[in-house]
T-cell receptor
Framework: NAGVTQTPKFRVLKTGQSMTLLCAQD?????MYWYRQDPGMGLRLIHY???????AKGEVPDGYNVSRLKKQNFLLGLESAAPSQTSVYFC??????????FGPGTRLTVT | AQSVTQLDSHVSVSEGTPVLLRCNYS??????LFWYVQHPNKGLQLLLK??????LVKGINGFEAEFKKSETSFHLTKPSAHMSDAAEYFC????????????FGAGTRLAVHP
């Protein structure tokens, strides 16, 4: 059981470039989430999904898009990266309320 | 609105001494509260959870937390710190009716010295 995996682990982008972060889970969870973690701010929810084909905005959705075409995958896209999007991004999945399983994170730097 | 406040951004203890990480919550409803731990360069892991059963909750690695409604607190404790406990700890509240959405505190970084 791999749990929750994220690809890539590290990425450096120039301002204006685009990229997609991939999250995959093998636990058959309905709920999946994308967070960003910045120093002193805990984790903030970007977007989430309550099932295949559904997505919804979280606390800080601007500048990001998501898709959940398959139950096991949740993609996070940055169409035009900005330095303010430099952060560590975590994907999580869950089935039981409050219990979320996190991936190892993607460290993104936008220059 | 629901929220959590972690009262200390950094806590430093000696190995073998007790650990206390403080968390206050705000909620109009009976809250579901959690503590998550993040070791360096890792994802977060669930440590323990309170969901309106027993007010003293035991978690993994010897940690426990007590829900005190009168004080709106959910402090995390451990009787004796181990070097491997050095990590960042997050107090978390589940948004009621919110599709399992969580709100995280800012985190407390625990340092353990020999």
């Amino acid at each position: 059981n791999a749990g929750v995996t994220q690809t890539p682990k590290f990425r450096v982008l120039k301002t204006g470039q685009s990229m997609t972060l991939l999250c995959a889970q093998d636990m058959n969870h309905e709920y999946m989430y994308w967070y960003r973690q910045d120093p002193g701010m805990g984790l903030r929810l970007i977007h989430y999904s309550v099932g295949e084909g559904t997505t919804a905005k979280g606390e800080v959705p601007d500048g990001y898009n998501v898709s959940r075409l398959k139950k096991q995958n949740f993609l996070l896209g940055l169409e035009s990266a900005a330095p303010s999007q430099t952060s560590v991004y975590f994907c999580a999945s869950g089935a039981v309320p409050g219990e979320q399983y996190f991936g190892p994170g993607t460290r993104l730097t936008v220059t | 609105a629901q929220s959590v406040t972690q009262l200390d951004s950094h806590v430093s203890v000696s190995e073998g001494t007790p650990v206390l990480l403080r968390c206050n919550y705000s909620s109009s409803y009976s809250p579901s509260l959690f503590w998550y731990v993040q070791h360096p360069n890792k994802g977060l892991q669930l440590l323990l959870k309170y969901t309106s059963a027993a007010t003293l909750v035991k978690g993994i690695n010897g940690f426990e937390a007590e829900f005190k409604k009168s004080e709106t607190s959910f402090h995390l404790t451990k009787p004796s710190a181990h070097m491997s406990d050095a990590a960042e700890y997050f107090c978390v509240v589940r948004v009621s009716g919110g599709y399992n959405k969580l709100i995280f505190g800012a985190g407390t970084r625990l340092a353990v010295h020999p």
